[in-house]
Antibody, heavy 126, light 108 residues
Framework: EVQLVESGGGLVQPGGSLRLSCAAS????????MNWVRQAPGKGLEWVSY????????YYADSVKGRFTISRDNAKNSLYLQMNSLRAEDTAVYYC???????????????????WGKGTTVTVSS | AIRITQSPSSLSASTGDRVTITCRAS??????LAWYQQKPGKAPKLLIY???TLQSGVPSRFSGSGSGTDFTLTISCLQSEDFATYYC??????????FGQGTKVEIK
């Protein structure tokens, strides 16, 4: 069974740090790109960060650029999100999501999110 | 960034009803649109990708259509387990990947 399990969430003070983990199983983790997506309480979904299968290509949402760092360890089938300088507006459920790659007629790659973990809750508050 | 406008933000319907949700992209995205279902306290679940392709295991009462800027998710005969929030997402232009604001389908 394909599965993603997030961990590492919790309560942290503004300005603090937290490291989220996502453990993958049931598929060849090293062959897939991965994402972090978050959802603030009562709000919609917001893409946070992307990492390619090898880790060589990384993207961030403007809202977290310079504060968050995505990484992966393919030997451990794990994805990470290091979150520094946390703000109240970072309070959310954080999901890891597998990216499925499709090749368009223009030979570009396009990615949608086909498998999601159950999420881990991050609360930034004093 | 491509903006996705989803409507309505909520709707009330009865079991057996036909329900339609729309998404409009701020620029053409070909057919690079996905639909997700999210139930309270749960992770999003992929329903449809490539605007109209049903993900494996998703009931055939769900269907998607559209290309370019205008897209539709239709539930042909609403079931009790379909009461949830639905999101569309474009994956044509990235980063960022962008979502619609969501549509909450409630029981009338």
């Amino acid at each position: 069974e394909v599965q993603l399990v997030e961990s590492g969430g919790g309560l942290v003070q503004p300005g603090g740090s937290l490291r989220l983990s996502c453990a993958a199983s049931g598929f060849t983790f090293s062959s897939y790109e991965m994402n972090w997506v978050r959802q603030a309480p009562g709000k919609g979904l917001e893409w946070v960060s992307y990492i390619s299968s090898s880790g060589s290509t990384i993207y961030y949402a403007d809202s977290v650029k310079g504060r968050f760092t995505i990484s992966r360890d393919n030997a451990k089938n794990s994805l990470y999100l290091q979150m520094n300088s946390l703000r109240a507006e970072d309070t959310a459920v954080y999901y890891c999501a597998r990216a499925l790659r499709v090749t368009g007629n223009d030979y570009y790659y396009y990615y949608y999110m086909d498998v999601w973990g159950k999420g881990t809750t991050v609360t930034v508050s004093s | 960034a491509i903006r996705i406008t989803q409507s309505p933000s909520s709707l009330s319907a009865s079991t057996g009803d036909r329900v339609t949700i729309t998404c409009r992209a701020s620029q053409g995205i070909s057919s690079y649109l996905a639909w997700y279902q999210q139930k309270p306290g749960k992770a999003p679940k992929l329903l449809i990708y490539a605007a109209s392709t049903l993900q494996s295991g998703v009931p055939s009462r769900f269907s998607g259509s559209g290309s370019g800027t205008d897209f539709t998710l239709t539930i042909s005969c609403l079931q009790s387990e379909d009461f949830a929030t639905y999101y569309c997402q474009q994956y044509y232009s990235y980063p960022p990947w962008t979502f619609g604001q969501g549509t909450k389908v409630e029981i009338k």
